[in-house]
């Protein structure tokens, strides 16, 4: 094939790639988006064969490595429960990552596959965007390793915060640049592997003094990532659909990562730099005078809920953890058939990922119009008779709005507390991960539910 | 005197930014986690380069010092192909409208 018509083809497939995204701009078109994404993707591989037109035995074992990937990836895809999509999602973005450290590796060892010159010998461009690649893939690979086992509950949720830290990833981070210089005038491949260890080290050290709850902010992150290493690779391959997707991906992931870090209203350095629950904890753990809170069971929640006519539901993370979405949607129709009006609030927030929450109500069989962001709804909580907080915690506090002195301060949260009466699932009255105690637990109008979240609400329905 | 390639290539890496910019934005936020599944599949494309990789050794010898990085590759981009596109249309066909004959 000819170098033209493959780099035309190759163009078509990148427009394709644009198409799927700008498919996710309602569900309607969302899954002809994704079949867009799937043709782009066969038209790349199929050109990459047709181009290479090397069809001897390799070709076979390009088959073969293929077809043992792909029913891996299928396999996952079909038994991955909807709860666990961000440690998927992370977990996937380790392998491009990873994918993008070895591009670059056998383009180092081999540049002549890839017309970039001869092993001691490669053009200087090819060189340092084989750097980029492999660096930033590397940094994707071991920051989503420890996102994943962060989100698996492997390692503790917890941030990891040391003397030092930025010290540390400051002078790895220069160290990059340093060596990607010298390997640029020594072409030594003992300096291209030393450049992968760093930043190896690099992507581990900046993700482990992040705490769970920021890991919205983290996967996203690293989704930009995983773009960008694709389009150091794409330069690197002289390919245009590498290129166009690496830029898609790199900016999708950063607009997330500032819609999350806006949802948090926190910098994006703030977040990177780490440890939150760590250095807050003194403020949270001042005024521990015990205050008085109502507490109730499913049977007067039950009650209330009866007697409203709108309910808004304010899902968060615990819910995803009690997987209790199927329960909770049971429950809301069974307070529709009472001709209750029932919508959804979701914090920007809410969950470990963007979106977290609504898929999770998808799968319950939600319908997507029923559910509401944040600046959608928080004007009905005035007008809605109760509110059922399942699994959220700091987004519902009202602290956020009212003491400039809590970490929280100015943070946008749900306004729950204008509802005539809030029901709050919860395990416990400890505080959420900010490590601050939430002040809708001591209103007039809360009532606490403290069970677990799929239970409650499988009471509540039996009450109802 | 002649235009470097590398600039049209940087060229359509910068718009392409931008593109992404503003069809991001018009993602609804409900389908946000689709989004990264999606670009997670679309960002395995450098399957591509994997591909040249594996088939880069030279004539009869199939597994070179350069092309098992290439065949590894081909596995992990594949994981990631079929299984971010799957994830992604299972998540998609939940999002449902409400159904108006109740």
């Known amino acids: ?464 | 005197m002649e235009i470097d390639p590398f600039i049209f290539r940087l060229s359509i890496f910068i718009l392409s930014i931008f593109v992404g910019y503003y069809v991001v934005w018009s993602v609804t936020p409900s389908l946000h986690t689709p989004l990264m599944s999606v670009t997670n599949a679309i960002s395995s494309v450098i399957i591509v380069g994997a591909i040249i990789a594996a088939l880069s050794g030279s004539d009869g010898v199939v597994f070179s010092s350069s092309s098992v990085y290439g065949f590894l590759a081909i596995i992990l981009a594949a994981v990631n192909i079929f299984g971010g596109f799957l994830v992604t249309q299972r998540m998609l066909a939940m999002y449902k409208k409400k159904k108006k004959d109740k």
């Not at chain 1, 590796?105 to 001869?118: E, H, K």
């Not at chain 1, 806006?262 to 753990?285: C, E, P, W, Y």
């Not at chain 1, 109730?296 to 929640?301: I, L, Q, S, T, V």
């Not at chain 1, 997987?323 to 969950?351: C, F, W």
């Open chain 1, 1 to 464: 094939m000819s170098a033209n018509l493959s780099a035309i083809l190759y163009l078509v497939s990148g427009v394709l790639f644009i198409l799927a995204l700008r498919g996710l701009s309602s569900p309607e078109t969302s899954r002809q988006g994704n079949l867009f994404g799937i043709i782009g993707m066969v038209i790349a591989v199929t050109v990459t064969f047709l181009s290479v037109g090397n069809f001897s035995s390799g070709f076979i074992y390009v088959l073969i490595f293929l077809a043992i990937g792909g029913s891996i990836g299928a396999f996952i895809a079909y038994r991955i429960p909807m709860t666990a999509m961000p440690e998927l999602v992370a977990g996937f973005h380790s392998l491009v990552g990873l994918a993008a450290v070895f591009v670059a590796i056998s383009a180092f060892i081999n540049p002549a596959a890839f017309n970039l010159g001869v092993p001691g010998d490669i053009k200087l461009a090819s060189l340092i965007e084989m750097a980029i690649g492999a660096a930033v893939g590397a940094i994707t690979f071991s920051g989503s390793v420890i996102a994943f086992l962060k989100l698996q509950g492997i390692m503790s949720g917890a941030p990891i915060t040391f003397k030092g830290q930025h010290l540390l990833n400051a002078l790895l981070l220069i160290s990059i640049v340093i060596l990607t210089i010298y390997l640029c005038s020594t072409q030594s491949s003992n300096l291209f592997w030393i450049l992968i260890a760093v930043s190896f080290l690099i992507g581990f050290l900046i993700i482990i003094p992040i705490g769970g709850a920021d890991m919205p902010v983290v996967i996203s992150m690293l989704n930009s990532y995983s773009g960008w290493a694709a389009a150091g690779i794409g330069f690197t391959l002289e390919n245009t659909a590498l290129i166009i997707t690496g830029a898609l991906v790199g900016s999708s992931g950063a607009i997330l990562s500032y819609i999350m870090c806006k949802g948090m209203n926190r910098s994006f350095f703030n977040v990177i730099l780490g440890g939150f629950g760590a250095t807050d904890q003194t403020s949270g753990s001042q005024n521990k005078e015990q205050r008085p809170v109502k507490s109730g069971n499913a049977d007067d929640a039950a009650f209330l809920m009866k007697n409203a006519s709108s309910v808004i539901i304010v899902p968060g993370y615990g819910m995803a953890v009690a997987q209790a979405q199927h329960a909770l949607r049971e429950m809301v129709d069974t307070l529709k058939k009472n001709d209750i009006k029932v919508s959804y609030a979701i914090h920007p927030v809410a969950g470990r990922m963007p979106g977290h929450m609504n898929v999770l109500l998808a799968e319950a069989n939600v319908p997507y119009d029923e559910v509401f962001e944040l600046e959608e709804i928080n004007n009905d909580f005035a007008n809605a008779d109760v509110a059922f907080v399942i699994g959220a915690n700091d987004v519902t506090n009202p602290v956020a709005k009212t003491d400039p002195q809590s970490p929280i301060y100015g943070m946008p949260v749900l306004d729950v507390e204008k509802c005539k009466s809030v029901l709050f699932v919860k395990r416990s009255l400890s505080p959420g991960y900010a490590g601050i105690d939430n002040d809708l637990f001591y209103k007039e109008n809360t009532l606490m539910l403290f069970a677990d979240a799929k239970k409650m609400t499988e009471d509540i329905t039996k009450n109802l």
